[in-house]
């Protein structure tokens, strides 16, 4: 079972920028499509950006031209760069597959955005 661990998250000013982590165990995450997901309060988890495994990104219209996805094949490892982030981005963010066939789910990581 491919295990996920996601790191990054914060405090971050709106406006503000951080960049998230997702490391996988296994090599089997090269062959998988890649997503970052998300789930505020009392909300459902959204998927808001995906990438292929040959590195094509799809987002959702709410993140697009503020999130960047991006994957290190080689590092078993997903990003997810967040810039002018807005009180709307708080959520915890989760990466798992893009795909039918999800993995456990990691813990997440917190993103609060606040002044």
């Not at 000013?13 to 089997?28: E, F, T, W, Y």
């Not at 994957?71 to 709307?88: C, F, G, I, P, W």
């Amino acid at each position: 079972q491919v295990q996920l661990v996601e790191s990054g998250g914060g405090l971050v000013q709106p406006g503000g920028s951080l960049r998230l982590s997702c490391a996988a165990s296994g090599s089997i995450f090269r062959i998988y499509a890649m997503g970052w997901y998300r789930q505020a309060p009392g909300k459902q988890r959204e998927l808001v950006a995906g990438i292929t495994s040959g590195g094509t990104a799809n987002y959702v219209d709410s993140v697009k031209g503020r999130f960047t996805i991006s994957r290190d094949n080689a590092k078993n490892t997903v990003y997810l760069q967040m810039n002018n982030l807005k009180s709307e981005d708080t959520a915890v963010y989760y990466c798992n597959t893009d795909s039918r066939v999800l993995w456990r789910w990691g813990q997440g990581t917190q993103v609060t955005v606040s002044s």
